[in-house]
């Protein structure tokens, strides 16, 4: 996980998510779309998804500050769907969780500004928490 490369239509989707919620950092949008994924209850289902975009960045980009939380996060998941905290199961959930959480944001018809993006964070029950991480920058 040290080096995350999304897929070309990760990429798309990112670009228009940038568009319609003019958040312009590809991280803060990622990190929304990993929280989305975890928050499903079921596991993404297994995919052989390609790095052929040219969108990377490292893990202390995608998680900032927060690096512990989401580590944390992703193997309480990890062990929830009983996969193990291996680094193979981690890297591949991760990559499997980030691409799923993309693609729903980028479905979601009702996400068409930042407004619509932090209705859906306090729908979670979160809404303390989200002004902070769509303006965290690192």
Same mark, same amino acid.
């Given at each position: 996980?040290? +080096?995350?490369?999304? *897929? /070309?239509?990760?990429?798309?989707? %990112?670009?228009?998510?940038?568009?319609? +919620?003019?958040? /312009?950092?590809?991280?803060?949008?990622?990190?929304?779309?990993?929280?989305? *994924?975890?928050? #499903?209850? *079921?596991?993404?289902?297994?995919?052989?998804?390609?790095?052929?975009? *040219?969108?990377?960045? +490292?893990?202390?980009?995608?998680?900032?500050?927060? /690096?512990?939380?989401?580590?944390? %996060? =992703?193997?309480?998941?990890? #062990?929830?769907?009983?996969?193990?905290?291996? /680094?193979?199961?981690?890297?591949?959930?991760?990559?499997?969780? =980030?691409?799923?959480?993309?693609?729903?944001?980028?479905?979601?018809?009702?996400?068409?500004?930042?407004?619509?993006?932090?209705?859906?964070?306090?729908?979670?029950?979160?809404? #303390?928490?989200?002004?902070?991480?769509? +303006?965290?920058?690192?």
């Amino acid at each position: 996980m040290e +080096t995350i490369r999304l *897929s /070309q239509q990760a990429k798309e989707q %990112l670009s228009r998510l940038k568009k319609f +919620t003019k958040i /312009q950092y590809w991280n803060v949008l990622c990190r929304w779309g990993f929280c989305v *994924s975890l928050r #499903e209850k *079921s596991p993404p289902p297994p995919a052989r998804i390609p790095a052929d975009s *040219s969108v990377e960045m +490292t893990w202390k980009v995608f998680a900032g500050p927060y /690096q512990d939380v989401y580590l944390g %996060l =992703l193997k309480a998941r990890c #062990e929830r769907d009983g996969l193990g905290t291996s /680094q193979d199961a981690l890297d591949s959930q991760f990559r499997l969780h =980030l691409h799923r959480g993309i693609a729903y944001l980028a479905g979601d018809r009702r996400l068409r500004d930042i407004e619509a993006l932090l209705r859906m964070a306090h729908e979670s029950g979160r809404p #303390e928490r989200a002004a902070e991480l769509v +303006t965290n920058e690192a």
